[in-house]
């Protein structure tokens, strides 16, 4: 049982360039998140999402594309990277329903935009 | 709207000081409200939670109590120890699926 897990770790973009990150967790819940951890900030949302083939826009979702084809994966892609993409990035996931509500996150991506 | 904020850092106490990490909310009706927290190079983990008014929530020595009245969720230690050194985060949960984090507290605590 790996929990969650995220792809790469580091990348170093140039301005313009593309990527994604990969998320994935093997503990079969069904909401899945994406955030971005700035000094200063905390956690911001940026997509979420309650199932397979849905998504929905947290507090930050500007310049950020997701895809949820598969239940255990969620993906964040970014089309032309910025400066100010450059954070680290979390993936998080949890149980739909119950009274745990405990999120279970990776161990994030480090992205610098040069 | 929803919001969390909490109390600036960072924060260094003696081992076996007593810890207080004050923060305070924004959300109509009942929220859900966590404590997560953050050890180097690693994710988030919840430390502890409280569902409604009045509940505390404890782990490993830490304890919140939810308070309505004073719309806050501190939280405290009685002692703390190196092996505590980390970033704390409040978070709150209200209907729906967005947690709203605060800004962290780093808490280094030296021996």
């Known amino acids: 049982n790996a929990g969650v897990t995220q792809t790469p770790k580091f990348r170093v973009l140039k301005t313009g360039q593309s990527m994604t990150l990969l998320c994935a967790q093997d503990m079969n819940h069904e909401y899945m998140y994406w955030y971005r951890q700035d000094p200063g900030m905390g956690l911001r949302l940026i997509h979420y999402?309650?199932?397979?083939?849905?998504?929905a826009k947290g507090e930050v979702p500007d310049g950020y594309n997701v895809s949820r084809l598969k239940k255990q994966n969620f993906l964040l892609g970014l089309e032309s990277a910025a400066p100010s993409q450059t954070s680290v990035y979390f993936c998080?996931?949890?149980?739909?329903?119950?009274?745990?509500?405990?999120?279970?996150f990776g161990p994030g991506t480090r992205l610098t935009v040069t | 709207g929803n919001s969390v904020t909490q109390m600036e850092g960072p924060v260094t106490l003696s081992e076996e000081a007593f810890l207080t990490i004050n923060c305070t909310y924004t959300?109509?009706?009942?929220?859900?409200l966590f404590w997560y927290v953050q050890y180097p190079g690693e994710g988030l983990q919840l430390l502890l939670k409280a569902t409604k008014a009045d509940d505390k929530g404890s782990n490993k020595g830490f304890e919140a109590t939810y308070r309505k009245e004073t719309t806050s969720f501190h939280l405290e230690k009685g002692s703390v120890q190196v092996s505590d050194s980390a970033v704390y985060f409040c978070a709150l949960l209200k209907t729906g699926n967005q947690f709203y984090f605060g800004t962290g507290t780093s808490l280094t605590v030296i021996p």
């Open positions: 998080a996931s949890r149980l739909a329903g119950g009274s745990s509500y405990e999120q279970y």
């Open positions: 959300a109509t009706g009942y929220p859900s």
């Open positions: 999402s309650v199932g397979e083939g849905t998504t």
